[in-house]
């Protein structure tokens, strides 16, 4: 695919990620905990890092159940330290914890799912950026929805992530118009 945003270079994993995974609109309230999870474990590194230790994250974090890690406690911490497959970052895993707890919260009132889309009306916002230099880090509205996340107990989920956890989970479409996956990320938000 030419042309395709240039964030994703030419590594495979990264590139199939782009073509097949970033942008997709995600209803499925437990793959946006994990997807918001995982952006959480990103700050301060690079998301193929992330992308790269994804599937181990996984078996450590039991298919990020929430229902699961919301009744972990000090001994799931400190054996989760000791995987090196994943991030150990004691601030991030404790964080997951509070997190899934959190996210039952919300998922037992609304849905998860209902709870993030109604920032967007229930649709993808679609933005027709052509350059890289021209897509925010956050914006009003990611740094609202970061406010409200962390009032129902969220760590780990500032402005900046929020955004690219939007950009990544099709609440907002941020391929460049240049790329061809724009045009058809924005029809499947229809």
Not at 25 to 51: C, H, V
Not at 89 to 100: F, L, M, P, S, V
Not at 131 to 136: N, R, Y
Not at 143 to 154: A, R, V
Request: charged content about 30%; overall charge negative; proline content about 4%.
């Amino acid at each position: 695919m030419n042309d395709r945003c240039g964030w994703c270079g030419t590594e495979e994993i990264y590139v199939d990620y782009h073509d097949t995974e970033w942008g997709v609109p995600e209803y499925d309230s437990r793959a946006l905990w994990e997807k918001l999870i995982l952006d959480g474990f990103q700050a301060g590194l690079s998301w193929i890092t992330i992308l790269k230790k994804r599937d181990a994250f996984r078996d450590a974090f039991e298919g990020f159940d929430p229902n699961i890690i919301a009744g972990w406690g000090d001994a799931d911490v400190k054996r989760l330290l000791q995987n090196t497959g994943i991030v150990r970052h004691r601030g991030k895993i404790e964080a997951t914890i509070g997190n899934a707890r959190a996210w039952q919260k919300i998922e037992q009132r609304e849905g998860f799912d209902t709870f993030l889309w109604k920032y967007f009306d229930g649709k993808p916002l679609q933005n027709d950026f052509r350059s890289l230099s021209d897509v925010p880090g956050f914006t009003p509205l990611s740094t609202q929805i970061s406010k409200d996340l962390k009032k129902e107990g969220f760590k780990f989920c500032g402005p900046t992530i929020v955004y690219a956890f939007a950009q990544a989970c099709g609440l907002i479409n941020d391929h460049l118009v240049t790329c061809p996956r724009h045009d058809e990320v924005k029809k499947l938000a229809l």
